[in-house]
């Protein structure tokens, strides 16, 4: 058999043994910011679950009515069927636990997303979507709808009925947007 010249020296990348040993393995379900993910994550979750429960059954807000706060600002209780902005208002079971599996799906697809990521802000962005999610999410589950309460208006200026797990949901996709801007120079 002839020797092998410079060229043919290379390693043989149809072996997946060598191949797998030079380049790193990709996480599927745990990486470098997966510790911090899962504590913004929980406590997002935990935030939104706690007003919304308070408000719902320890202040009775579908009782006591409409709060106002300030001139512009009031708390009240709007059950949202859909999702943001109220789009897609499910008024079925079917729809209902469709929302619910989208949610699932969702809420996977960010946790493997942010097992990838490089930098704390999109850990930070990915895990804020995910506590949003997973807390409308379990809001769909248990009342069959999403528990809104924070209502913005000023003089004919209405804004929508929203609540704690939207407000990380908008803030988290905003870090993103920063941060895919922020990336291209």
Same mark, same amino acid.
């Given at each position: 058999m002839p020797p092998r010249d410079a060229a043919d020296q290379r390693p043989d990348m149809s072996d997946p043994q060598e191949t797998s040993?030079?380049?790193?393995?990709?996480?599927?379900?745990? #990486?470098?910011?997966? %510790?911090?993910?899962?504590?913004? *994550?929980?406590a997002g979750l935990v935030l939104d679950q706690a007003t919304k429960l308070w408000l719902v059954h320890g202040f009775g807000l579908a009782e006591a009515g409409p709060v106002q706060l300030l001139p512009v600002l009031d @708390? /009240?209780?709007? !059950?949202?069927? #859909? =999702?943001?902005?109220?789009? +897609?208002?499910?008024?079925?079971?079917l729809g209902r636990w469709l929302?619910? #599996?989208?949610? /699932? =799906?969702?809420? /996977? &697809?960010?946790? @493997?997303?942010?097992?990838?990521?490089q930098t704390r802000l999109v850990a930070l962005a990915l895990a804020? =979507? @995910?506590?949003?999610?997973? %807390?409308? #999410? @379990?809001?769909r589950l248990a009342f069959g709808a999403v528990v809104d309460f924070v209502y913005f208006h000023a003089g004919g +200026?209405? !804004?929508?009925? +929203?609540?704690?797990?939207?407000?990380? =949901?908008?803030? &988290? /996709? *905003? *870090?993103?947007?920063?941060?895919? +801007?922020?990336n291209r120079s």
């Open positions: 040993e030079k380049q790193p393995k990709r996480p599927l379900l745990w #990486g470098r910011f997966s %510790g911090l993910v899962l504590l913004v *994550a929980l @708390i /009240v209780l709007v !059950w949202n069927r #859909g =999702i943001s902005y109220g789009l +897609f208002q499910q008024h079925s079971d929302l619910a #599996g989208l949610t /699932v =799906i969702v809420t /996977v &697809g960010l946790w @493997i997303w942010s097992t990838r990521c804020l =979507i @995910i506590g949003g999610a997973l %807390g409308n #999410g @379990i809001d +200026f209405s !804004w929508y009925v +929203f609540n704690l797990a939207d407000v990380w =949901i908008v803030a &988290g /996709v *905003a *870090a993103l947007l920063y941060d895919s +801007f922020r």
